[in-house]
């Protein structure tokens, strides 16, 4: 019968090694089949992040997001999801290629009363979901 190996530790021809003999009988390993390309290199990929040559991708987990609103006085709106960490200037700079501010950016992004600079994180200042940002235009007498 092929594929049975009657002698412990015993390779066969496709390279696999047989089990020690069970109870005095022999052990039938013809079911098992060779590894995929694609096990095979998955495999390789879990040996290098478990011996720490390769770091695991970074996982983004919904609790790291929050979504903000950016709103000018003539009521423009712009909606953006960001990462906590991530500084405000990205959503600022954003908000002012949407809508293409004509004074070249020269105004303010106010959040709860204060100034929002554009080194401020969501984290900085406990943002959570849905709040919003205000936007004023600085005005010019002439």
Not at 81 to 110: C, I, K, N, P, W
Request: aromatic share 4%; proline share 5%.
């Amino acid at each position: 019968m092929a594929g049975v190996l009657t002698g412990t530790d015993a390779t066969r021809r496709d390279g696999f090694t047989s089990a020690p003999k069970a109870a005095g009988r022999s052990m039938d390993l013809s079911y098992m089949a060779p590894p995929s390309q694609d096990q095979e290199e998955s495999l390789d990929e879990l040996v290098a992040i478990l011996l720490g040559a390769v770091p695991p991708a970074a996982v983004i987990k919904p609790a790291m997001l929050v979504i903000l609103t950016v709103q000018d006085t003539q009521r423009r709106t712009v909606v953006r999801t960001m990462r906590t960490t991530d500084e405000l200037q990205d959503l600022m700079d954003h908000y002012l290629d949407v809508v293409g501010s004509a004074d070249g950016g020269a105004g303010r992004f106010v959040f709860d009363g204060r100034r929002v600079k554009r080194e401020h994180t969501p984290e900085d200042l406990k943002m959570e979901n849905g709040d919003q940002i205000d936007y004023f235009e600085d005005l010019m007498c002439g």
